[in-house]
């Protein structure tokens, strides 16, 4: 279906945004109670040179989370968000000090170099008020070099405060890789440490129903008890599965002109992804 007719077809249910869309969207951040924790503790790491761990399977709602801070942490904060944690640690240093700097470090610049002119660029923004975060996604990615170079960049300090945050995102394998014995020193750095988990019955529905107050016309558009059960234990409270199945029984609710989402819809909507959920 085209982008065109894809708004059409919402525009008829009463939708005047997509509700369930795939893409981390901001504005429909749902204000549960595990997401709400972590954009709390995270932001909070951001701005007093905390390092925070953050964990979760694929499709829990980490990256949202992050954007979400992103999106309203103060000017003070200076942020490096990576989103290329296989860079070798010389060129994740690079983007870190291109972040920070607001401008590309010079290609003949060496890493010594880089390391101490970033170094003197903080000390120089911490005397001015200024905070700086490095937000490393897909963590789980990093190399043991990369970390061990961002476990240094985490210790600089002064004799009142630490320099630099250091948040770590990723899935499940962050957790053992941290676990290692050689990782030690990082570990015990770790100030915040939180893991993302499947949503209840009762978080799933008020997610639905969130997404639906901001997106329809009226804030209404019905799903009903048995199609709420249902979606639930078949994406197994996971987000990004939730917007897959909800969206996919919205489209079949307009095709079949159906004013509500019934259970037979949710079971219909679900069954396209039978060979993908275990």
Request: glycine residues 6%; aromatic residues 8%.
């Amino acid at each position: 279906m085209s982008q065109n007719a894809l708004a059409e077809c919402y525009k008829s249910l009463g939708f005047e945004e997509v509700p369930f869309s795939i893409t981390p969207y901001t504005a429909l951040f749902f204000p549960g109670s595990q997401h709400v924790a972590a954009y709390n503790q995270i932001n909070y790491a951001c701005a007093n040179g905390v390092l925070a761990v953050m964990t979760g399977e694929i499709g829990l709602g980490k990256t949202l989370v992050i954007r979400t801070i992103l999106r309203n942490l103060p000017p003070e904060v200076k942020v490096a968000y990576l989103l290329n944690p296989l860079l070798e640690h010389q060129e994740l240093l690079r983007d870190i000090y291109n972040e920070f700097s607001g401008s590309p470090a010079p290609a003949e610049m060496t890493h010594a170099k880089m390391h101490a002119s970033l170094l003197d660029l903080v000390l120089k923004g911490t005397a001015k008020g200024r905070r700086f975060a490095v937000i490393v996604d897909e963590a789980h990615r990093l190399h043991p070099e990369s970390l061990e170079m961002l476990r240094l960049l985490s210790n600089l300090e002064t004799e009142h405060q630490k320099l630099i945050s250091l948040v770590l995102v990723g899935q499940p394998e962050l957790e053992r890789t941290l676990m290692l014995r050689a990782m030690r020193p990082l570990r015990e750095r770790i100030g915040v440490w939180l893991k993302l988990e499947p949503m209840s019955r009762e978080q799933s529905d008020d997610y639905i129903r969130h997404r639906i107050r901001l997106t329809h016309r009226d804030g209404r558009f019905e799903f009903t008890a048995m199609a709420l059960w249902y979606l639930h234990r078949r994406t197994r409270g996971v987000p990004r599965r939730i917007n897959y199945a909800c969206e996919k029984a919205l489209l079949l609710a307009y095709a079949n002109g159906k004013p509500r989402v019934t259970w037979s819809l949710a079971r219909q909507a679900c069954a396209e992804f039978s060979k993908v959920w275990t």
